[in-house]
């Protein structure tokens, strides 16, 4: 109960920040990034743009991957708006697309840029059923599948890039506390949901599935590094509740009296935000 309501009031822990610290403040006194590179997924809105904005701020270069690119450009044009001489890259990429999460990696590898840090933060909460060109429910395709496998095809880069640069790579993996919602056979269900056998579609249930999944990949993938005295680690965070884009399908009176009534305990993005950084920092 007290560690609750420390959370809650957000006094500082054993680094000295709390839950109410923000990205910027848990960065003003970290390292100078301009020998860093981050690819973060997501970065358009919300969570990521801001985690990408104060990234840059620090020096950090920037690869914004997104579906959207007129929505990546603004982004890009916004940090640039506060710090002209971030070097941001923009490129195409649709995580629901296994074909196009294998093209944007061939881009990236063309451009013979090291590789520090993966955030993959991008997010989708489905409503209505619906499935990937690759046979797969959406809100698993895009949530797991498309991040799964651009982890994979970038780890080789990532341990390359830690062994020639001597600092430590770094994977984050955003999920969510709700993983723990989800029950049951995950693969059953998977399949039920991508062949739209189940009568009604349970949109939470997904995305449930979904972060669990992260997490069981996290805990995979940060084992097979250690098998292979790899200096890369990989962690997953659920960084605090915050109201972003990822509820937009579900705005409404409903949504806003649930925010309304829970606003005393939810985070602000910069805080979110500081979360997901911090796990680079430290």
Request: aromatic content about 6%.
């Amino acid at each position: 109960m007290l560690e609750t309501l420390r959370y809650l009031v957000g006094s500082a822990g054993a680094s000295g920040y709390g839950s109410k610290s923000t990205a910027e403040q848990v960065t003003e006194n970290c390292r100078d990034l301009h020998s860093i590179t981050a690819i973060i997924t997501g970065a358009t809105s919300g969570i990521g743009a801001e985690t990408a904005r104060v990234l840059a701020k620090r020096g950090a270069r920037l690869v914004l991957p997104a579906r959207n690119l007129k929505a990546a450009e603004d982004a890009r044009a916004r940090i640039l708006s506060e710090n002209p001489d971030a070097d941001i890259i923009v490129m195409g990429l649709d995580l629901s697309s296994l074909n196009s999460v294998r093209n944007f990696v061939s881009e990236f590898e063309s451009l013979n840029l090291p590789l520090n840090l993966l955030i993959n933060n991008a997010g989708k909460f489905a409503l209505e059923p619906a499935v990937s060109e690759d046979g797969i429910e959406m809100t698993f395709a895009t949530n797991y599948l498309g991040h799964f496998l651009l982890t994979k095809l970038l780890l080789k880069k990532m341990i390359e890039t830690a062994k020639t640069s001597g600092l430590q790579g770094r994977i984050v993996n955003v999920s969510s506390s709700i993983y723990k919602w989800f029950s049951g056979d995950m693969i059953r269900y998977l399949c039920e949901i991508s062949r739209n056998k189940l009568r009604d579609f349970d949109p939470t249930r997904a995305y449930a599935l979904s972060k669990l999944a992260i997490v069981l990949h996290t805990k995979e993938v940060a084992q097979r590094l250690k098998q292979m005295e790899a200096n890369v680690t990989v962690n997953c965070v659920h960084p605090g509740v915050v109201r972003t884009r990822l509820t937009r399908e579900r705005e409404g009176m409903v949504t806003d009296i649930a925010f309304f009534l829970t606003s005393k305990l939810l985070k602000t993005i910069p805080q979110v935000a500081a979360a997901i950084i911090s796990i680079y920092i430290v």
